[in-house]
């Protein structure tokens, strides 16, 4: 259709030229003008046009896989003519998606005038996403030349992974598993002091911690309670060249989708809650002082990548100082090794019970192979008094949870 215009001016225009030449008519060399003027005066009036839109786009505040969330694009006119036919282009990356295909948007601007376009934002998987700059068109009056330009910032935008409802995946009691050489190394101790918090009505005012009142400027209440009794650890595996499959169906987000799950219900049975996740960098998060508080965990395993050089039982070796009589410790991995049981054995050893879950990579890259080795693994798991389930790729994380629980007690 462009093509056309430009042709018939290109054409019209020397033709009425020519026959101006020919037959000698004022009349004929003014319209041959007028035709000839009439692209570039039309380029020169409109290729400054979008100069004068501002746009804004605001992203939600937090964003869950899976689930879609609203984004504003805040457009504003700041010149005296009016704009028409102004598309806006947010162009998604990979894993962000538009359902209703609307992050193509046209809209009419009067003089500064000032619109709200909202449009569905659908994340298909947890991550973090660099969005670019949008991009802003418009047309000339007469539609020959397309002008674009740049707006906005470019942002980042965290996407949380979605936990799932699981049966209950921590022991009712923490020392229900721990081996009776390390029960009675640890039975009669006194309550520790466990930590700070702030009061909340109905706490016990002679527990109030009067130095650490002072120094924060609100109550502070002392708390002694029995880690092994009411904490929970869980730890993810992100080690290099452990994990397989892609995206969605990938063992590392069958990995980071049952950390947030298993974290979540901790927190929901009233626990204390932190997470092992080290990777090139160390998204690791300790024990929340407050009660309920899913964010940091969540935010951390958005983020997080199997790019870790070190080995699982190393890094687990230079922590064990927070693993030690912590209560119930949760492994997610797939790596089915000898220092890996070794790792189990220890994680028993400092006074804990553990549940391993044994991520069977073959599975998630429809390979055959290598299954035996896992089940050899978890038979090992489970003589030293492990509860173990094996996690399938290909089913789904509900499915593969659901109905596998294992677990052996000591003699």
């Known amino acids: 259709m462009r093509i056309g215009k430009k042709h018939a001016l290109i054409w019209g225009g020397l033709f009425l030229f020519i026959v101006a030449i020919s037959l000698r008519v004022n009349q004929l060399f003014i319209m041959a003008a007028a035709v000839g003027l009439l692209a570039p005066v039309s380029y020169l009036l409109s290729s400054r046009s979008l100069q004068s839109l501002r746009v804004r786009r605001l992203l939600p505040q937090r964003l869950t896989a899976g689930e879609s969330a609203a984004v504003q694009l805040i457009v504003h006119n700041t010149s005296r003519r009016p704009h028409f036919l102004v598309q806006i282009q947010d162009s998604l990356p990979d894993g962000l998606t538009a359902p209703d295909g609307n992050e193509h948007l046209i809209v009419d601007l009067g003089a500064r005038e000032q619109r709200t376009i909202t449009y569905k934002m659908l994340p298909l998987r947890r991550g973090v996403y660099e969005l670019s700059p949008l991009t802003l068109l418009t047309n000339d009056a007469i539609g020959l030349f397309e002008f674009a330009t740049s707006a906005a910032q470019p942002q980042q935008l965290v996407v949380y992974p979605k936990p799932i409802a699981l049966p209950d995946m921590w022991p009712e009691a923490a ?18 002091l466990y930590g700070v918090r702030e009061y909340v ?72 809650a932190s997470l092992i996740a080290q990777g090139e960098v160390d998204h690791s998060v300790p024990a929340c002082e407050y009660p309920g508080q899913r964010i940091p965990f969540l935010e951390a395993l958005a983020r997080v990548e199997a790019h870790c050089s070190q080995s699982l039982h190393t890094i687990i070796n230079e922590k064990r100082q927070q693993l030690y009589q912590v209560g119930s410790v949760a492994v997610i991995s797939p790596q089915v090794d000898q220092p890996m049981l070794r790792l189990a054995t220890a994680l028993q050893e400092w006074g804990n019970s553990v549940t391993w879950f044994s991520l069977a990579a073959p599975t998630f890259e429809d390979q055959g192979g290598g299954e035996g080795r896992y089940q050899r693994f978890i038979t090992g798991l489970r003589r030293r008094g492990c509860r173990t389930h094996s996690i399938r790729g290909g089913a789904g994380l509900a499915s593969a949870i659901g109905g596998r629980q294992r677990i052996a007690r000591p003699a």
Not at 175 to 192: C, L, Q, V
Not at 238 to 261: D, I
């Open 175 to 192: 020392r229900a598993a721990i081996s009776p050489k390390t029960r009675k190394r640890i039975r009669g101790r006194e309550p520790d």
């Open 201 to 272: 009505p109905g706490d016990d005012l002679r527990r109030i911690h009067w130095k650490a009142t002072a120094h924060r400027g609100k109550l502070t209440i002392v708390e002694r309670e029995r880690p092994q009794d009411m904490a929970a650890v869980v730890i993810l595996d992100l080690s290099r060249h452990v994990h397989s499959g892609r995206g969605n169906e990938s063992s590392l987000e069958y990995g980071v989708t049952l950390a947030a799950s298993l974290l979540v219900q901790a927190l929901a049975q009233g626990r204390r």
